[in-house]
Every structure is written in C-alpha cells, then in structure tokens.
Nanobody
Framework: VQLQASGGGLVQAGDSLRLSCRASGSTPIKYGMGWFRQAPGKEREFVANIDWSNDRTRYADSVKGRFTISRGNAKNTINLQMNNLEPGDTAVYYC?????????????WGPGTQVTVGP
C-alpha cells in the first residue's frame, strides 16, 4: 500500500487549506483512513479519521468544528478540509490507512505534507 498526500502550504491564521490523500496498491482498504500531525518538538497526534464501512468520522478535540474529513471522489481518496486555521495547527500532516493483511490489521503511512500557519 502506498499513500500520497497533497495540499499543504503556508497560510495565515483564519485561512483554509484542503489536504488530500490517495492510497494505491492491491490491498483493499478494510478499516479506514485518517490523519495524524506532528509539530516540531512534539509527538505525533491524532487529527481525524473516517471509517470505511459506515463513513463514521472522528476528530481530535482541538480540530472539532474547524476540520472536516471526507471521502474523495476518486477511489481510496480522502480529503481534510481545514478552516479557520490557527498557528497551533502548524505541523507535518501524515495520512494513514488501515488494511487487513495476513489476518491482521496493518497501518500504512504517507510521507507527510507540511502545513504552516502564520499569525
């Protein structure tokens, strides 16, 4: 499974960005896709995910009401619409997908895309 993210960039506080992530490969997505982020000097933290079976979404408290995760129009694609961005959202954003391989749940990560929010 390979993941490719796009859409990062440099914006000002209050602006919006949309991240996209596409999973490719022969293994079908079983459980879902989502995003983590890692700010400088901090641990990687959960941002949002979407369940592939029922489209149920989950968000970190810090982004609720500002970020929206959804399936993209293309197969095995998700989008993360980020509105009202804050400097605290500055981080490298990593998309991931959970698949089933060898009878076990396996997680694959994308290479990350930088989001920088100025004051």
């Amino acid at each position: 499974v390979q993941l490719q993210a796009s859409g990062g960039g440099l914006v000002q506080a209050g602006d919006s960005l949309r991240l996209s992530c596409r999973a490719s490969g022969s293994t079908p997505i079983k459980y879902g896709m989502g995003w983590f982020r890692q700010a400088p000097g901090k641990e990687r933290e959960f941002v949002a995910n979407i369940d592939w079976s029922n489209d149920r979404t989950r968000y970190a408290d810090s982004v609720k009401g500002r970020f929206t995760i959804s399936r993209g129009n293309a197969k095995n694609t998700i989008n993360l619409q980020m509105n009202n961005l804050e400097p605290g959202d500055t981080a490298v954003y990593y998309c991931y997908t959970d698949v089933r391989q060898g009878g076990q749940q396996q997680r694959y990560w994308g290479p990350g895309t930088q989001v920088t929010v100025g004051p």
